[in-house]
């Protein structure tokens, strides 16, 4: 009896494993099945392109950058390819050996070297980089016999940008460069990440910035498949990059050299705009520099010169540089107060050559007796000014100008632009920390009259507010992009800019302000510069201070530093009777504006009114500043050829 129960116990326990054993491969099969189910179903899509992806590489093709050209076709960016020889950081061992090893072979100059180190120390240990450009067939032909033994280096086709016309106009046309790590983070969290693959240069500055998208144009890529070593073994599709457009600017290069020519060594600004369309014909600013160099990345020795040099001639001076107005301020202070009813046209003020406020006496020059409006602009009545400014308060001065740009971003289509001081109570309360510095004081809105004391403005913002009163008080933006061209279809289609703002100033106040403008070249400042010009001109003359002067003390230049004596400044109009032209010019530490500012912006207006280009004797003179009216016979200016860059700097 006990064997049989035994006998039970023993075949249930059988059972029962038999029984767990089942349902544990039933559920093995199960997991399996689902499983089966995942991969098969499920997820099908993804792993078919996961292998797909296994066995085909994606290749960008980065797109020709679109070039760009001046108004009359003349080519101021460009592409041109050649051969570079490149190190890859982590393929190699020791770096400078294997320089050291490559300049047996091929000719690497100590500007190479430090050109590459700066690269190598803005870039990852994974780029690419160059360490010679532009090489031979020869130098080809050479590495390609001794490539073994150097890994991790390698010759590379590649397109490369061209500034034809080198220093004339680099700091509007800008340059590019390579990608750095925080323009590549930028990308890479933005919706252009996928068009900037393989992408390795990008604008920095300039048009080559501000129109870095429609310059770019889009990626596009090649499919490969590829063996389990990676290698390429057949092109299965591809979808062709697009070049990027072309950009037309609005700026004439020859007139923007031949005014960069007029200043010679000195340094300073010059702005020209049609402000019948707020188009910008030309926009100075010296000293200037080479953008080529910028393109592969400078070395640290020519930066270091740049960077530190006193002139500062990486400085976009036309849209960074601030500077107090000086005299040229005054017509726009007449019509401020003209529009605010502090003045008529025929208001007399006495000029008694001073004027004293608080116990404090203001300098006034010569005294010029009774003077209206016109007499005012004239012969530039300081005093006349100063009881206007006196009477309008800082704040009505600030809510006056700020519509016209002072102070404001102009919203041009370049980047980097600075707004300089407009000054009111409320900025001096944000801008000071002692409670003593936050107060204004009525002292302090005497010399904004004439454009001094806490104004400082860009040349930039000079001109645009003479252009908005030249086009019956119509602000316009103004801008350098003229249009673009498909470069598909060759079309060419305009940029849109934004419609005027009409600012509501009544014609007769605008009509009076530029008749005293006209009356400065007629029988004022400006007759020495203007007296022979054969249409009428507007302008108004201006000197600000580089450093105080105290007021019982007299300017004399001679006994001051050159770059503590007084800039010298310009705004002028012509035809009067219908302007087509607005100049602002500014020639630092030069002394009187109409000695040194007035003939730049004649010469402007001879070029752009009567297709005149200054003589050679006359554009000796003007570069040693000793030019008033133009000398000589002028020449033609279809008569003059550029000379660009026939080859591509290395």
């Not at 049609?274 to 910028?294: H, Q």
């Not at 300098?363 to 206007?388: K, W």
């Not at 673009?484 to 060759?490: A, K, M």
């Not at 004596?565 to 009067?576: E, Q, V």
Request: aromatic content about 8%; proline content about 6%; glycine content about 10%.
């Amino acid at each position: 009896m006990t064997e049989i129960q035994n006998s039970d116990r023993a075949f249930s326990r059988f059972r029962l494993r038999v029984i767990v054993i089942g349902l544990v491969v039933v559920l093995c099969f199960g997991i399996l099945l689902s499983r089966l189910y995942v991969l098969q179903i499920d997820r099908h899509d993804d792993l078919l392109a996961q292998a797909e992806s296994n066995r085909t590489a994606v290749v960008p093709i980065v797109p020709n950058r679109g070039q760009i050209y001046d108004r009359n076709g003349v080519l101021l960016a460009t592409n041109y390819s050649a051969y570079t020889l490149e190190i890859t950081p982590y393929k190699v061992g020791d770096v400078e050996e294997t320089i050291d090893a490559l300049s047996e072979l091929i000719e690497i100059t100590p500007r190479d070297r430090r050109r590459f180190k700066r690269l190598r120390e803005d870039s990852r240990n994974f780029d690419s980089l160059p360490i010679r450009s532009r090489l031979t067939d020869q130098e080809v032909a050479k590495f390609a016999a001794q490539r073994y033994r150097f890994p991790g280096v390698d010759v590379k086709a590649r397109l490369f940008r061209s500034y034809p016309m080198g220093e004339t106009g680099a700091h509007l046309i800008g340059y590019i460069g390579r990608i750095n790590q925080r323009e590549k983070e930028r990308i890479d969290d933005s919706e252009e990440a996928a068009n900037y693959r393989g992408t390795e240069y990008i604008g920095k500055t300039g048009v080559e910035a501000s129109y870095e998208k429609e310059l770019h144009g889009h990626t596009g890529v090649e499919r490969m498949e590829t063996s389990a070593g990676g290698h390429a073994v057949r092109k299965l599709d591809s979808s062709p990059a697009t070049p990027g457009e072309s950009v037309v600017l609005s700026v004439d290069i020859k007139l923007q050299k031949m005014v960069e020519d007029l200043y010679g060594e000195r340094r300073g600004v010059a702005v020209a705009i049609d402000p019948r369309s707020g188009e910008l014909l030309a926009m100075v600013s010296k000293p200037t520099y080479d953008p080529n160099i910028f393109v592969e990345g400078i070395d640290q020795e020519s930066w270091k010169a740049l960077n530190e040099s006193i002139d500062r001639p990486l400085l976009n001076r036309a849209m960074r540089g601030t500077y107090p107005t000086g005299s040229t301020y005054k017509p726009f202070m007449g019509l401020a107060g003209l529009e605010t009813g502090k003045r008529t046209p025929s208001t007399i003020i006495q000029d008694g050559g001073s004027w004293t406020f608080g116990g404090h006496t203001f300098r006034s020059g010569h005294a010029l007796g009774p003077v209206d409006l016109n007499r005012a602009i004239q012969h530039s009545s300081n005093v006349y000014f100063y009881t206007l400014a006196n009477e309008m308060g800082v704040d009505a001065i600030h809510d006056f100008m700020k519509p016209l740009g002072f102070g404001q971003i102009t919203g041009i289509d370049l980047p980097g632009e600075v707004r300089g001081v407009l000054p009111s109570t409320a900025w001096k309360r944000d801008t000071y920390k002692r409670p003593e510095q936050k107060r204004w004081y009525a002292g302090e809105t005497i010399s904004l009259g004439i454009g001094q004391g806490y104004n400082n403005f860009t040349i930039l913002q000079l001109t645009h507010a003479l252009a908005t009163i030249l086009d019956n008080g119509n602000s316009r933006v103004p801008h350098v992009g003229r249009s673009l061209i498909d470069p598909v279809t060759g079309e060419r289609r305009p940029i849109e800019q934004p419609p005027p703002v009409n600012l509501g100033y009544k014609q007769s106040n605008m009509d009076a302000v530029k008749r005293g403008m006209v009356a400065v070249v007629t029988g004022g400042t400006g007759r020495g510069s203007f007296g022979t010009a054969r249409y009428t001109a507007g302008g108004k003359t201006g000197t600000a201070q580089a450093i105080s002067i105290g007021q019982k003390e007299k300017y004399n230049a001679a006994r001051l530093a050159e770059r503590q004596r007084d800039h010298a400044l310009y705004i002028a109009f012509a035809p009067a009777e219908d302007p087509k032209i607005a100049v602002g010019v500014i020639v630092e530490n030069a002394g009187f504006g109409a000695g040194s500012a007035a003939p730049i912006a004649r010469r402007i207006m001879d070029y752009w009114l009567l297709g005149e280009y200054p003589s050679e004797a006359d554009m000796a003179a003007m570069q040693r500043g000793e030019g008033r009216a133009p000398m000589g016979t002028p020449r033609r200016v279809e008569d003059i050829q550029l000379k660009p860059q026939t080859e591509p700097p290395q």
